[in-house]
């Protein structure tokens, strides 16, 4: 059985950098062509795609966000975590960790953790 | 990056309707979609991949169809349980990038 979940902050501070942490179980990171990243949803709004690293730790990251974020993997412990500097208010949203199928989509997702960006 | 479009952002349906979903992207992106359903304060359920294979577990009602810009979900007949948002995703490039959503309510 394949389980996601994420940990970190709920209340982060403007300008301060979010680290959250997505530990899963069911399956190995090491196994060719597996994934595992951050989709975030603001509230009431669309999915938004952030970052993936590989099995190969090969990582991939969205355009607009790229400066902000960096994403690591442990393999040992079964982690991935994802940083994200100088939040903003707009940051604002539930981070869900997924895992990507090798050849396709995500098919397993947490059950997503709300980050609230507040002085 | 490209961009999807869902039509319709609302549905209104009753039990047991037929339901399509269009999802239209600004280039071709083969069959590189996949398809989510998300309820209220939970996490999105992938439904469909490679724009029609059915997720193990998602009962048969649910089918996807077509290839290169516009692609279909499609409920067979809807039921209760159907009534929450779905979202198309392609993968075809990065970044991914996902519909607006489309909420489908009970009429």
């Known amino acids: 059985q394949i389980t996601m979940k994420e940990s970190g902050p709920t209340l982060v501070k403007p300008t301060q950098t979010l680290t959250l942490t997505c530990t899963f179980s069911?399956?190995?990171?090491?196994?060719?062509?597996?994934?595992v990243g951050w989709i975030r949803q603001p509230l009431g709004k669309a999915l938004e795609w952030l970052s993936f690293?590989?099995?190969?730790?090969?990582?991939v990251y969205s355009p607009s966000l790229r400066p902000r974020l960096t994403i690591t993997k442990d393999t040992s412990k079964n982690q991935v975590v994802l940083t994200m500097t100088n939040m903003d208010p707009v940051d604002t949203a539930t981070y869900y960790c997924?895992?990507?199928?090798?050849?396709?989509?995500?098919?397993?997702w947490g059950q997503g953790t709300l980050v609230t960006v507040s002085s | 990056d490209i961009q999807l479009t869902q039509s319709p952002s609302t549905l209104s349906a009753s039990l047991g309707d037929r339901v399509t979903i269009t999802c239209r992207a600004t280039?071709?992106?083969?069959?590189?979609m996949a398809w989510y359903q998300q309820k209220p304060g939970k996490a999105p359920k992938l439904l469909i991949y490679?724009?029609?294979s059915l997720e193990s577990g998602v009962p048969s009602r649910f089918s996807g169809s077509g290839s290169g810009t516009e692609l279909t979900l499609t409920i067979s007949s809807l039921q209760a349980d159907d009534f929450a948002t779905y979202y198309c995703?392609?993968?075809?490039?990065?970044?991914?990038?996902f519909g607006q959503g489309t909420k489908v309510e009970i009429k």
């Open positions: 490679d724009a029609s």
């Open positions: 069911g399956f190995s990171l090491s196994a060719r062509g597996v994934g």
């Open positions: 995703q392609q993968y075809e490039t990065y970044p991914w990038t």
């Open positions: 997924v895992r990507k199928h090798p050849q396709s989509a995500a098919d397993y």
């Open positions: 280039q071709s992106i083969g069959s590189a």
């Open positions: 690293v590989y099995w190969d730790d090969a990582k």
